[in-house]
C-alpha cells in the first residue's frame, strides 16, 4: 500500500514556470525524499529532508516539510524541457530497521518548451 | 563510483515459470532493497538485505524471495509467475540509513 499522496496527479508548464508538487503521508517519519524518474527507468534521488528539518534547497528545487500537518511540497524554479519525469516523494517511517521508503503515487511533469 | 547495476535489464516469461533477477549495489554499500512498479500499485517495496540478512520485508506472497551474498551483490527471485507480476523490478543500494541509490530496473513481461 502507499504512504503518500501526491498533488496534482499531472502537471503542464511552459519552460520557465515554476512547478509545484505536493504529497501527504500517513504515518510519522524519519526523513522524505523526493526523487525523479523519466520514462519508466530507474529513480534518481533529488533530495532528502529530515523530520526536524523544515525547508531544503539544491539548486533549481526546493522542498518543505511540515511534519503537523503531514506533507510536503517540491518546487522547481524555472523550468527546463529536461525536468518532463515523473516525480515521487518517498517516507521513512519513524520505526524503520534498516531501509523501507513507501512511496506516494507521483506527478507527472510535462514542460513545454 | 560505478552505480547500481541490474540484470538483465528486460526479460519475457511465461505464467507458471520462475525468474531470477540480479543487482550489484555501488561499492561499500551493504544495504539493498527490491520494490516493483505497476501502472496500478505503483511502488511497492519487496525486501531489504543487509550483510546477508533480510532485514525488512514487504506485504508480498512468499513466491517472491531474495538473497544478498558476501560481496552484496542480491538476487530476487520469483516462483510461478503470474501475469499480475509484469512489472519493473528497482533495485537500491544505500550506504546509510537514509538516500537510496536506484538501479535502472529489469522490465519483466509474463505472457
Known amino acids: 500500500s502507499q504512504q503518500g499522496e501526491e498533488d496534482p496527479q499531472a502537471l503542464s508548464i511552459q519552460e520557465g514556470e515554476n512547478a509545484t508538487m505536493n504529497c501527504s503521508y500517513k504515518?510519522?517519519?524519519?526523513?522524505l525524499q523526493w526523487y525523479r524518474q523519466n520514462s519508466g527507468r530507474g529513480l534518481v534521488h533529488l533530495i532528502l529532508i529530515r523530520s526536524n528539518e523544515r525547508e531544503k534547497h539544491s539548486g533549481r528545487l526546493r522542498v518543505t516539510l511540515d511534519t503537523s500537518k503531514k506533507s510536503s511540497s517540491l518546487l522547481i524554479t524555472a523550468s527546463r524541457a529536461a525536468d518532463t519525469a515523473s516525480y515521487f516523494c518517498a517516507t521513512d517511517a519513524w520505526n524503520n530497521a534498516g531501509n523501507m521508503l513507501t512511496f506516494g503515487g507521483g506527478t507527472r511533469l510535462m514542460v513545454k518548451p | 563510483k560505478a552505480g547500481v547495476t541490474q540484470t538483465p535489464r528486460y526479460l519475457i516469461k511465461t505464467r507458471g515459470q520462475q525468474v531470477t533477477l540480479s543487482c550489484s549495489p555501488i561499492s561499500g554499500h551493504r544495504s539493498v532493497s527490491w520494490y516493483q512498479q505497476t501502472p496500478g500499485q505503483g511502488l511497492q517495496f519487496l525486501f531489504e538485505?543487509?550483510?546477508?540478512?533480510?532485514?525488512n520485508k514487504g506485504n508480498f506472497p512468499g513466491r517472491f524471495s531474495g538473497r544478498q551474498f558476501s560481496n552484496s551483490r542480491s538476487e530476487m527471485n520469483v516462483s510461478t509467475l503470474e501475469l499480475g507480476d509484469s512489472a519493473l523490478y528497482l533495485c537500491?543500494?544505500?550506504?546509510?540509513?537514509?538516500?537510496?541509490?536506484f538501479g535502472p530496473g529489469t522490465r519483466l513481461l509474463v505472457l
Open positions: 537500491a543500494s544505500s550506504g546509510s540509513f537514509e538516500t537510496q541509490y
Open positions: 538485505y543487509f550483510s546477508e540478512t533480510q532485514r
Open positions: 504515518t510519522s517519519i524519519n526523513n
